[in-house]
């Protein structure tokens, strides 16, 4: 009898466990469907917190809730990517910025989460993600000319990426902002670092096949060297000026404009020929009306005034009589030239 007391014991033991096991399985199963049903809400907090007590429930089972361990743990990074996503598109209504820090550190998040379940599923995703959203930054501050904090934003971005052009050109607007120590709208110290940006962005811009940002950054840089070459042209630097709108050509080997400021500059520095030289150039690339090339018009006849081509100059100068320059060319012709006609 003692014998089978014994054996009817551990008999009754041995039920009650498994049941503990059924019900703990059971449980598990439950908390899985809740963390299901609250990701179909949008609800990713709660489902990332039932989903990590399903992992804790599983454990426990051992063998037998190793197949709910592994579905619970495979939706956890999912659920923080979800979570990422939602923030993104809460920043794409607010565009604030408190919402878009909240984002990358969101997406963050996902990086780390998923190195810690052995998910790479959403890395390659979010690691592209991240340096987009600090860009995206850096453009907000740089638009509330908080131009340190732009800085400081698209910074971050090129740790991310350190191939990404429209970071590269970003960078450049920002040093030129801080540096246009005039408010003017012209860079005033430190250009050549600007131009280092501004090939860095035409540089990787071709190599990763975005052309539109090597545009932007090429036509960019030019707009800036004619702008300082004029300044330097209109201060009475000239050989300065002469420098810098022969590097714009570096960027728009067929810039009227720049040919035209070099034919001034030159007619100012007493280089005639020089002068002749830029104004053809400039009058081939020219594509405006005669309003537009009456100005280039009137630097030719200039500089074949100097050397004595009266018949050329009376010629360019006939060519300059529209606009703001009729008045210039008339007395050209008419007091200095002697030219037959100073009509059209």
């Known amino acids: 009898m003692k014998l089978l007391k014994i054996i009817l014991c551990t008999a009754v033991l041995g039920l009650a466990a498994f049941q503990v096991d059924a019900q703990d399985r059971t449980q598990a199963v439950q908390l899985y469907n809740k963390g299901l049903e609250e990701a179909q809400a949008n609800d990713y907090e709660s489902a990332i917190s ?34 990422a996503l939602a923030i993104y598109k809460e920043f794409q209504t607010s565009r604030d910025l408190e919402t878009l820090d909240r984002a990358i550190s969101a997406f963050r998040d996902v990086v780390e989460i998923s190195e810690e379940y052995g998910d790479d599923r959403y890395v390659s995703t979010v690691e592209e993600a991240i340096p987009k959203l600090q860009y995206t930054k850096s453009v907000l ?22 191939n990404y052009a429209a970071a590269y050109y970003q960078k450049a607007k920002i040093f030129k902002k801080m540096n246009d120590t005039e408010d003017d ?3 005033d110290e430190g250009i050549d670092e600007m131009l280092e940006w501004y090939d860095r962005a ?8 975005e052309q539109d940002v090597a545009q932007k950054a090429t036509e960019s840089a030019h707009d800036e060297l004619l702008a300082v070459g004029t300044r330097a042209l209109q201060n009475g630097n000239l050989d ?18 720049v040919y035209y400021r070099l034919a001034e500059a ?49 010629d360019a100068f006939t060519n300059a009589l529209y606009g703001q320059f009729r008045g210039a060319a008339e007395h050209k012709m008419e007091f200095e030239l002697k030219c037959d006609s100073t009509t059209r």
Do not use: W
């Open 141 to 162: 501050y740089y638009n509330n000319e908080e131009f340190e904090k732009a800085n400081e934003a698209v910074d971050q971005a090129l740790n991310s990426n350190t």
């Open 50 to 83: 039932t989903f990590t007590q399903v992992v804790s429930v599983a454990e426990q089972l051992g063998p037998e809730g190793e197949d709910i361990k592994e579905n619970a743990e495979s939706q956890i990074p999912k659920m923080y990517y979800g979570q």
């Open 240 to 257: 300065y000026a002469i420098e810098t709108l022969n590097k714009a050509l570096d960027y728009d080997s067929e810039s009227a404009d």
């Open 185 to 187: 709208g012209i860079i």
């Open 202 to 209: 035409i540089q990787v811009g071709e190599s990763t096949n």
């Open 266 to 314: 030159h007619n100012k520095a007493g280089n005639a020929q020089e002068a002749i030289d830029a104004a053809n150039q400039s009058l081939e690339y020219e594509n405006g009306g005669r309003t537009d090339r009456a100005k280039i018009y009137y630097e030719l006849g200039y500089a074949m005034q100097t050397l004595g081509n009266n018949s050329e100059a009376c």
